[in-house]
């Protein structure tokens, strides 16, 4: 056990003007995840403070914030990796903060409702289900992985520039579906994405890869889709009838 020192952004905003930071000293195993430590705080010592919980595994997606300067995932962020007794933990940038390390997720969702993150196979149903090779799986597993933490959204600095950017995770998750051969969403359903707040919007500087807990690398499906989209373009081109 040793004690720590944590500095907590904090932020009510039915009676605070602007967010503060409020230190709590506690003593902690170094082996604790920094939720463990939350969750300790919270409980011993203010229950007022605010985060998201859930799995505690890096499944679920729901503890991401900024620790030390990093965005992660407070489950996976064990207190001997940070090399200091002073651990500052703040809320996910570029969403509004809802009370404390809690932020409106609002826009993630609504961009990831847009791209329609769903299978959409042929309407009539193969007798032997829906199967793909294991071949073709490898070529979107990475994308299957990503848990829809914000993370990637938070770090991405097209996001930060409040144009109505969709970010990496919507992108990259709508790549995992157009690549998918079972996918038969037609090419006038997701070709709304071509424009500055779609995939010609990404800087291409992979921030999204830096935090992504799971190794999605968003910017490679955002790649993905950009050929795609040229190619179905072009079969568009070839498809047309000379006058």
Sequence with gaps: MG??????LRFDPQKDKTPYFQEFEYESSPKDAVLDALLNIRENLDPTLSFRHSCREAVCGSCGM?????ITLACRTILESLKDKLVIIEPLPNLEIQKDLMVDL?????????????LQPAESHPPKGYRIDAKQMEKIYQFINCIL??????????VARGQGYFGPAALAKLYRFVRD??????FSQWEKIDKPQGI???DTVFRCHDV????????DGIEGLRRKLIVEKLKKVFRRKPK
């Design 106 to 118: 609002t826009p993630f969702w609504q961009a990831l409702r847009e791209v329609e993150p769903y």
């Design 212 to 219: 992504c807990p799971k190794d999605v690398r968003p910017a």
């Design 181 to 186: 051969p079972r996918d038969l969403r037609p």
């Design 66 to 70: 900024v620790i030390n300067g990093r």
């Design 200 to 202: 010609w919007g990404c």
């Design 3 to 8: 004690k720590y020192v944590f500095r907590i």
């Design 149 to 158: 933490c914000g993370c990637c959204y938070s770090a991405c600095p097209v």
